[in-house]
């Protein structure tokens, strides 16, 4: 089973730019599909930004194309979420999340995902 440890959260002014890194042990990324999600306080965790397994596919949140970036390093066996343009709406705990098998239907759903991060919470001041 992979394990998966975020990183890279913090306070930000809006405008701002972070980039979070979601680190892996126990098995090698390229075998997973990779999922960010977000939980602000009082509402639902929902989805923020997917990659699959050879990164040849990237699937985004409308409401955060453009400003979101994800990417992964199998080498380095980390996925990254680059955040900018950052907004106080933004402000929430980041997760990362992983399955081996997911399909398209449903790679925004966070009960297709089977490993969860401890989550990093990111917090945008106006």
């Known amino acids: 089973q992979v394990q998966l440890v975020e990183s890279g959260g913090g306070l930000v002014q809006a405008g701002g730019s972070l980039r979070l890194s979601c680190a892996a042990s126990?098995?090698?990324?390229?075998?997973?599909?990779m999922g960010w999600f977000r939980q602000a306080p009082g509402k639902e965790r929902e989805f923020v930004a997917a990659i699959n397994r050879s990164s040849g596919n990237t699937y985004y949140a409308d409401s955060m194309k453009g400003r979101f970036t994800i990417s992964k390093d199998n080498a380095k066996n980390t996925v990254y979420l680059q955040l900018n343009s950052l907004k106080p709406e933004d402000t929430a705990v980041y997760y990362c999340?992983?399955?081996?098998?997911?399909?398209?239907?449903?790679?925004?759903?966070?009960?297709?995902?089977?490993?969860w991060g401890q989550g990093t919470q990111v917090t945008v001041a106006s």
């Open positions: 126990g098995r090698t990324l390229s075998r997973y599909i």
């Open positions: 999340a992983a399955d081996r098998f997911i399909s398209r239907s449903s790679i925004t759903r966070e009960s297709a995902y089977d490993v």
